[in-house]
């Protein structure tokens, strides 16, 4: 049995070898797909952040026109969005709804 511990060991930095060559194909393919998804989470944060820039910019220039008061923006702008949002979440759970 000893003899055996002292082969498995000095065989240690060969299997260290081998594991490391099977994990190549895979952790690039993951480096990969982690941009991938960083740049898609990205491009939808931007999206939703430029729509609440766009509302208050829109309910700015309606303000300072004198069309509403800054109470009235705040609460359709903030009623709007939040109403999208929800929307949004909602019709993402819709399949889970049909199976119930």
Do not use: H
């Not at 952040?49 to 609460?75: H, K, P, S």
């Not at 909602?90 to 709804?97: K, R, S």
């Amino acid at each position: 049995d000893n003899i055996r511990t002292v082969v498995a060991l000095g065989r240690i930095r060969g299997f260290y070898d081998e594991y490391t060559a099977a994990l190549l194909v895979p952790a690039t393919k993951i480096k990969r797909l982690g941009w991938i998804q960083g740049i898609c989470f990205g491009l939808t944060e931007f999206c939703m952040f430029a729509v609440w820039a766009f509302a208050y910019w829109f309910g700015a220039t309606l303000v300072d026109l004198g069309r509403t008061n800054f109470v009235d923006m705040m609460m359709s702008v903030t009623g709007v969005l939040f109403g999208a949002m929800s929307c949004g979440q909602i019709q993402a759970l819709m399949p889970d709804v049909s199976k119930a």
